[in-house]
């Protein structure tokens, strides 16, 4: 059994199929239309066969264009490359001081270090 999402896959294949296929036939046959009955000017269906897809085509383009316009005006802009140096250097020199903490416990020169005053739980 196939899951849903195969299912969806398989009925979007199927259909992209059959409008390519009457796409290329009724652009490069435009009169077929007079086999079933209907009357079709040749050169009013072919014009309208590259109008249609080109008009979306550039629409969903300029969507696009809009969409990361749209983006980028309402992003904030990043921080200055200066503030991050700054704390990339100050977390450098905080790494430096708590390994020299760790050393001096471990040499015995320091065996003991600040922890903070635990809070007292009301009843």
């Known amino acids: 059994m196939v899951s849903k999402d195969q299912a969806i896959g398989g009925v979007i294949c199927f259909v992209c199929v059959i409008?390519?296929?009457f796409y290329v036939v009724t652009l490069f046959f435009p009169t077929w239309g007079?086999?079933?009955g209907i009357n079709l000017d040749a050169a009013g269906v072919q014009f309208w066969l590259i109008a249609v897809p080109v008009l979306v085509g550039f629409v969903a383009i300029l969507a696009i264009g809009a969409w990361i316009g749209w983006t980028m005006a309402t992003t904030p802009p990043p921080k200055p490359i200066e503030e991050i140096t700054t704390e990339?250097?100050?977390?450098?020199?905080?790494i430096?001081?708590?390994?020299?903490?760790?050393?001096e416990t471990a040499t015995g020169t320091v065996t003991e270090e600040k922890k903070?005053?635990?809070k007292k739980k009301k009843s």
């Open 88 to 94: 990339m250097e100050e977390k450098k020199e905080e």
């Open 116 to 118: 903070p005053p635990e």
């Open 34 to 36: 007079s086999v079933i």
């Open 96 to 103: 430096k001081t708590e390994e020299a903490k760790v050393e």
């Open 19 to 21: 409008v390519a296929l």
